[in-house]
């Protein structure tokens, strides 16, 4: 390090950039937010945007159906950023809320197929033995992994529902503490009612 550098002016120049990210960062949010709401963006907004990618092009929105704690925020920006899109990530209404912007309209279709091919492993188990797996799946995810609380949704003794998440867990291998998985998982079932409806 040269002498001439003081350790004050590398910590301003440091701090300088944090404070320009969070900025930036809250810039984006708000853009998307008058732009949800149908209001104009201002200047500083609009270059904020060009800036991190957003230009003119298609964009999808996707709102998810769950409270927006910070992990929940932390796993969201991971999975996200595991993309080859450009995204932003941000909470509006209490619900966690992803900006993507599509290269082509048929990359979103083949990431959600991708998505939902993940339950594939569950659904064709159900069809050959006739169980419930799906639905014990998806209730395991939505109780955070209660079995007491899956057991009196779906009517069922505790031991049914830890022997259908042995059968999960063990034979078709899905590993349900990773929270990526579960994410992910809880993202393909999401998909799965969007193309029921």
């Known amino acids: 390090m040269p002498w001439d550098t003081r350790i004050f002016d590398i910590t301003h120049d440091y701090y300088n950039r944090i404070f320009e990210d969070s900025r930036d960062d809250g810039n984006m949010t708000a853009a998307f937010q008058n732009i949800l709401m149908g209001n104009s963006l201002t200047d500083e907004q609009t270059d904020t945007l060009r800036g991190s990618g957003f230009n003119n092009g298609c964009y999808n929105v996707l709102s998810i159906d769950t409270e927006a704690t910070d992990d929940f925020m932390y796993i969201l920006q991971k999975v996200c950023n595991n993309t080859d899109l450009v995204f932003h990530a941000f909470v509006y209404d209490g619900s966690p809320t992803v900006i993507l912007r599509c290269p082509s309209s048929g990359s979103i279709a083949d990431k959600c197929s991708d998505i939902a091919e993940q339950l594939g492993g569950v659904i064709e ?73």
């Open 125 to 197: 188990y159900d069809k050959t033995h006739h169980s419930a797996l799906t639905d014990t799946l998806y209730e395991y995810l939505k109780c955070s992994g209660s079995v007491q609380h899956i057991s009196e949704k779906m009517f069922c003794h505790r031991n049914t529902i830890n022997y259908r998440l042995r059968i999960i867990k063990e034979e078709l291998e899905y590993d349900l503490s990773n929270a990526e998985v579960r994410f992910q998982l809880m993202a393909a079932y999401k998909l799965r009612e969007i193309r029921k409806v």
